[in-house]
DNA sequence: ACCTGAACACCGTTCAAGT
DNA sequence: ACCTGAACACCGTTCAAGT
């Protein structure tokens, strides 16, 4: 990223050091506030503000990497398998994000917003709607889905009560959508 | 109830004052804070905190008779219409609902959660429940769709994105469930 | 039996002062 | 140009003292 490069060297280093805090802070309670993850990663809280000036900004700093991997895949698993099957295999991805407790949670949620900050919402609507039109190139689907319309139905899967049913629950809920999708074909 | 009918007369009062102070509070704006509402109900917060202990069971008191409307409406559509009508038609007051922006997002949610307060939680499952029944039994789909992953499912209902196109969203997306539900027939 | 409201620990956010 | 950290206004929650 050309905006990282012209970071001075202590900004630089300051803001890897709050993203490393707050990935750790996240992992062992979502909801760690934001004093206290500048105060675990040595620095101030103005210095935490200005690189991330809401919490949201933040989150999806720290998960950054993870929801990119998730959007590529979706072009990659089309490379090697029919469209319907490419769909299964990347909401079962995605429910097994929305399934950890990192408070990857947040992120998606985040993700799904059309926010101002939203450098992640495009791609994942890119990615659904990539999916979607692959279906319907092959009439395995009716025409005109709406990838924002399946992003928004989607926010269930991080929405799922923890616990041994959840797999289960969320793979009879993809299978709901998929048949919905289909809409009798 | 036989509970309030218990309380002292001045606590009877008083909780009436804090219902009728949060009603109004969470019109304006859903996250007031307890505190003001306890202030603008004329209250001591602790009074407040005995009579609601959390935050949800303050927006539950509130939108209690909200919920208790919406969970009758589904056996009188059932009376005057077809299954799948009368699904069709409790989906779409669902949708109302979460449109409204009295903060009602928040308590259907709270309704939601099989949490430990679940009066209303229960309540809801039945309602759906007896919808999907009736379909189940005329043959318009197939029997075993768990009234409690529906319910989940229709979470997005309550965080479409308000303006002008929120009616048609959610219409789209109420489709799509029920032919998710028709399972191809 | 119920209520009050000061008090506590904590939150997000800002901004003067430093380097 | 960037950082620090005290300070501010506010939050949820508790609990001794009242009636």
């Known amino acids: 990223m050309t905006e990282e490069e012209r970071l001075r060297a202590d ?3 300051n803001r890897e050091r709050i993203l490393s805090a707050a990935r750790e802070a996240f992992a062992a309670n979502p909801d760690a506030s934001l004093n206290s993850i500048a105060k675990a990663a040595g620095v101030g809280a103005g210095t935490l503000y200005r690189h991330f000036p809401t919490r949201e900004a933040l989150v999806l700093g720290v998960y950054r990497h993870e929801i990119q991997q998730l959007v590529d895949l979706a072009p990659a698993l089309l490379e090697q398998h029919a469209p319907l099957v490419a769909m299964r295999l990347w909401l079962d991805r995605l429910a097994h994000y929305g399934r950890m407790k990192y408070g990857i949670n947040d992120v998606l949620h985040a993700a799904m917003t059309p926010s101002v900050l ?3 919402y495009g791609p994942m609507v890119e990615a659904i ?3 979607l039109k692959a279906a ?11 990838a924002e319309d399946l992003l928004l139905l ?3 899967l991080w929405r799922i009560p ?4 959840a797999t289960a629950q969320a793979d009879r809920l993809i299978d709901l959508v998929i048949t919905g999708l289909k809409g009798g074909r």
């Open 11 to 13: 900004a630089q280093l």
């Open 118 to 120: 939203g450098q992640t």
């Open 129 to 131: 709607d990539q999916l």
């Open 136 to 146: 319907e190139a092959l009439g395995l689907i009716p025409p005109g889905t709406d």
């Open 154 to 156: 989607l926010g269930f």
């Open 162 to 165: 923890p616990g041994p049913r």
